[in-house]
Each structure stands twice: as structure tokens, then as C-alpha cells.
T-cell receptor
Framework: RKEVEQDPGPFNVPEGATVAFNCTYS??????FFWYRQDCRKEPKLLMSVYSSGNEDGRFTAQLNRASQYISLLIRDSKLSDSATYLC????????????FGKGTRLSVIA | DVKVTQSSRYLVKRTGEKVFLECVQDMDHENMFWYRQDPGLGLRLIYFSYDVKMKEKGDIPEGYSVSREKKERFSLILESASTNQTSMYLC???????????FGPGTRLTVT
């Protein structure tokens, strides 16, 4: 089983729509969780950290469900500029890989 | 503002050549990382370093080596480039502990 799994998409949504992505992780001892955003032909950049209590940043809401081992990202009122690949990232408590990246979910927001 | 720079955006090398990819960060970060990114495979960690002269193997170290002689600089070396090393190479850095990583713009390497 892969350590971090995401639906690759693409998710094609109209402007103004609400869209949600989930990401599952296999190691129950995972400690920290993040969503990164990667634009086409650009480097990944941190979008937001995911806290146990959930967190919100404007139109973006991230949630963590430790019992079911998944994290989610909700985008409200989608903008054309939200079109990107969203990477789920998990830290492991030990082992030789400090951060594990999912393969990403591609979002296209259409006018 | 954190800045991570990589020596080249695009590089074309021949099979068997020795290739050096340089990465420099300006935030005095302890941790530096080298990844490769391929379609359908995502980001895969090659090597990382927690301190000067220290290195740790990531998930796919075969065919690569690294050097960290100064805190701000982390080099990735392909001793003898092969066509299966054609990829996008991304360098990243982070401060103490496992937290936000800042990525460089990437080097698209083509080995012919």
C-alpha cells in the first residue's frame, strides 16, 4: 500500500464551484500534514499546514481525520487562478524519508 | 523572503557524462533536499542533508551522490549520466525540524 494516496484527477470545475480533495495516508504514526500547490512547470509551494483541529485560510479549509487516516482540502468559490496540482504531504516519525509527497490531484477551474 | 536557486533551468547532457547540479539557499537553513519529479511518479527523494558534510539516502539514491561542503550549498552529482535520469530535479531547504520546505525552480535535465 502506498504511503500517501491521492486521486490524480483531473477535477474540472466551473468558476465559483466548491471542490474537495481527499488524501489517505498509511502510517498511523504520521505526525505532520501539509497541502502544497504546484503550478504547471513551477516548483511546489506550501499552501497550508493541516492541524488536528482543522484550519481555514480564506477560501481554503483543511481537515485532518486521524481515525480514518485522511486529510482533506476544500476550496470554496473556485477561481481560475486555483488551477494547479495539489500535493498532499505527510511527515513520518522515523525512517529515511522525512517528508512523503502524494502524487498530486490536478484541478482545472473553467470559466 | 526565502530564496532557493538552482544553477540551471535546462540542461542537456550525453550518456556517460558527469553532471553537477548546484543548489544554493539564502536562509541559513540546516536541511537541504534533492528530489526528482517524473510524470505519474510524483516527487521522489534522492538525498538529503541535515548539516554540513552530512548526507542521508532518500528513496532512490542509486546513480547519484551529493556534496555539502557549505551550509548554503547542496550539490547533486550524476557520476555517469544515463537516459533514465532524464527528469526534473528539484532542490529544497527547510529550517530545524520537519516543517515547511522551500523549493528551487527546478532543473530539467535531458540525457541523450
Amino acid at each position: 500500500r502506498k504511503e500517501v494516496e491521492q486521486d490524480p484527477g483531473p477535477f474540472n470545475v466551473p468558476e465559483g464551484a466548491t471542490v474537495a480533495f481527499n488524501c489517505t495516508y498509511s502510517n498511523s504514526a504520521s505526525q505532520s500534514f501539509f497541502w502544497y500547490r504546484q503550478d504547471c512547470r513551477k516548483e511546489p509551494k506550501l499552501l497550508m499546514s493541516v492541524y488536528s483541529s482543522g484550519n481555514e485560510d480564506g477560501r481554503f479549509t483543511a481537515q485532518l481525520n486521524r481515525a480514518s487516516q485522511y486529510i482533506s482540502l476544500l476550496i470554496r468559490d473556485s477561481k481560475l487562478s486555483d488551477s494547479a496540482t495539489y500535493l498532499c504531504v505527510v511527515t513520518l516519525p522515523s525512517g529515511n524519508t522525512p517528508l512523503v509527497f502524494g502524487k498530486g490531484t490536478r484541478l482545472s477551474v473553467i470559466a | 523572503d526565502v530564496k532557493v536557486t538552482q544553477s540551471s533551468r535546462y540542461l542537456v547532457k550525453r550518456t556517460g557524462e558527469k553532471v553537477f547540479l548546484e543548489c544554493v539557499q539564502d536562509m541559513d537553513h540546516e536541511n537541504m533536499f534533492w528530489y526528482r519529479q517524473d510524470p505519474g511518479l510524483g516527487l521522489r527523494l534522492i538525498y538529503f542533508s541535515y548539516d554540513v558534510k552530512m548526507k542521508e539516502k532518500g528513496d532512490i539514491p542509486e546513480g547519484y551522490s551529493v556534496s555539502r561542503e557549505k551550509k548554503e550549498r547542496f550539490s547533486l552529482i550524476l557520476e555517469s549520466a544515463s537516459t533514465n535520469q532524464t527528469s526534473m530535479y528539484l532542490c529544497a531547504s527547510s529550517g530545524t525540524g520537519i516543517n515547511e520546505q522551500y523549493f528551487g525552480p527546478g532543473t530539467r535535465l535531458t540525457v541523450t
